[in-house]
C-alpha cells in the first residue's frame, strides 16, 4: 500500500477553481472531479480539512465604492456557498463531511470549534473551514494558515491554476521561470504571488511547509501527499 508522507493536511481551494472554465459560479463536474481525488488520499488514511474561497461568486475588491468590511462579509458568505456544495459532492461519495464557519449559521453548519474540528479529522470526517476567518481585511489564504496552525497540519496543500510559483505571470510572460523550492524569506522579499504576506508569515512562524501545484493535473492532489516533486516547495531556511 502506498505510504503517505503526511498525516494531517490543509487542502487550500480557490473559489475560481470550483468555477471551471465557465469562469463564473459553480461547475459541478469540476467539484466532482476535485471530490474524486479528495476521496483517493482520504483511502490512504489521510485526515483532510478544506478552505475555500469564494472568488467564483464574489470578491471582496469587486465592491468599488463599497464598504470594505461589508464586501469583505460578502465574500465570506460566498465561501459558505462552496463549503455547501463541496459538502455536498463529497457526501455523494459516502464520505462524512462537517462544514465549519467562523460567521455563525447553526441552522446549516457547525460554529468553528478547534476541538471539535480536530475530532471530526481523527473519526476520519473531511472538515471543510468556511467564511474565512469571520474577519475582514484577511484572506482565505491567512484562513489556510491560521486554520493549518490551530489543528497541527503537516502541510497546506496550495491548489491554483497554474502549476507551481514563477517569477513573473506565466500566463503574460512566457518566459517565466518556475520555483522547484522557496523560503518563506523568498515569497516576502521578491513579492512572489503564492500567499498573500500575512498568510505566508504566519505559516514561517509556525514552520507550517506549503505545496503550491496545478489542480487541473491528474492526481496531483495524491502525488503531494506522496512527496512526489511537483509543484513548488515553500519551507523554512
Known amino acids: 500500500m502506498e505510504r503517505p508522507k503526511y498525516n494531517r493536511v490543509i487542502l487550500k481551494i480557490s473559489g475560481e477553481a470550483l468555477a471551471g472554465d465557465k ?21 490512504l488514511g489521510v485526515e483532510v480539512a478544506i478552505v475555500v474561497g469564494g472568488g467564483n461568486i464574489w470578491r471582496g475588491r469587486s465592491g468599488k465604492g463599497m464598504d470594505r468590511t461589508t464586501a469583505d462579509h460578502m465574500g465570506m458568505l460566498a465561501t459558505v456557498i462552496n463549503a455547501l456544495a463541496f459538502q455536498d459532492a463529497l457526501e455523494s461519495f459516502n464520505i462524512p ?13 457547525e460554529p468553528y470549534i478547534r476541538r471539535r474540528a480536530i475530532r471530526h479529522l481523527e473519526k476520519g470526517r473531511i472538515v471543510i473551514f468556511a467564511s474565512g476567518t469571520g474577519n475582514p481585511f484577511f484572506s ?5 494558515a491560521l486554520r493549518a496552525a490551530e489543528i497541527e497540519a503537516d502541510v497546506i496543500l496550495l491548489a491554483k491554476k ?15 521561470v ?14 512572489l504571488k ?11 512562524d509556525n514552520g507550517i511547509p506549503i505545496i503550491v501545484f496545478d489542480l487541473n493535473g ?8 506522496l512527496g512526489q516533486n ?3 516547495f515553500i519551507k523554512e531556511d
Open 194 to 204: 503564492a500567499m498573500d504576506s500575512t498568510a505566508t508569515s504566519l505559516c514561517m
Open 230 to 232: 511537483i509543484g513548488t
Open 162 to 176: 497554474v502549476d507551481g510559483v514563477y517569477d513573473s505571470d506565466p500566463v503574460k510572460n512566457p518566459e517565466a
Open 140 to 144: 482565505t489564504d491567512t484562513t489556510a
Open 97 to 109: 463531511v462537517r462544514v465549519q464557519t467562523a460567521i455563525e449559521m447553526r441552522q446549516i453548519a
Open 178 to 191: 518556475k520555483y522547484d523550492t522557496l523560503t518563506y524569506i523568498d515569497i516576502l522579499n521578491k513579492g
Open 23 to 43: 469562469g463564473f459560479g459553480i461547475d459541478t463536474e469540476k467539484i466532482i472531479s476535485i471530490s474524486k481525488d479528495i476521496r483517493e488520499i482520504r483511502d
Open 218 to 225: 491528474p492526481g496531483n492532489i495524491k502525488k503531494a501527499i
